[in-house]
């Protein structure tokens, strides 16, 4: 059974900060590299950033400096703090294992919404 559920989103004005959370069920969380995703209206989803089970993170290009993204194993959580938020960062955000792009029919939570206001 794949539970995810995010949470943490909200209406911020441009360089603010916000801190998303991810309650995964253990059967995702335990054995993956994890990442967070996002998806702006008519656009596609992409991964903004992703950490392995022992903590190597990785980050897009635009996102790189501003967020930074953890996990905390014991708890079957993953987090993502947002900072310096831009307009351009708006979007529904998701977590799930790093490859769920890549695989069909991936389970997916129903996101967590974040607007950046300018």
């Known amino acids: 059974q794949v539970q995810l559920v995010e949470s943490g989103g909200g209406l911020v004005q441009a360089g603010g900060s916000l801190r998303l959370s991810c309650a995964a069920s253990?059967?995702?969380?335990?054995?993956?590299?994890m990442g967070w995703f996002r998806q702006a209206p008519g656009n596609r989803r992409e991964l903004v950033a992703s950490?392995?089970?022992?903590?190597?993170?990785n980050y897009a290009d635009s996102v790189r400096d501003r967020f930074t993204i953890s996990r905390d194993n014991a708890r079957n959580t993953l987090y993502l703090q947002m900072n310096s938020l831009r307009p351009e960062d708006t979007a529904v955000y998701y977590c799930?294992?790093?490859?769920?792009?890549?695989?069909?029919?991936?389970?997916w939570g129903q996101g967590t919404q974040v607007i950046v206001s300018s």
């Open positions: 799930n294992h790093r490859a769920a792009l890549e695989i069909p029919r991936s389970s």
């Open positions: 253990r059967n995702i969380f335990n054995l993956n590299t």
């Open positions: 950490i392995t089970t022992g903590g190597i993170t």
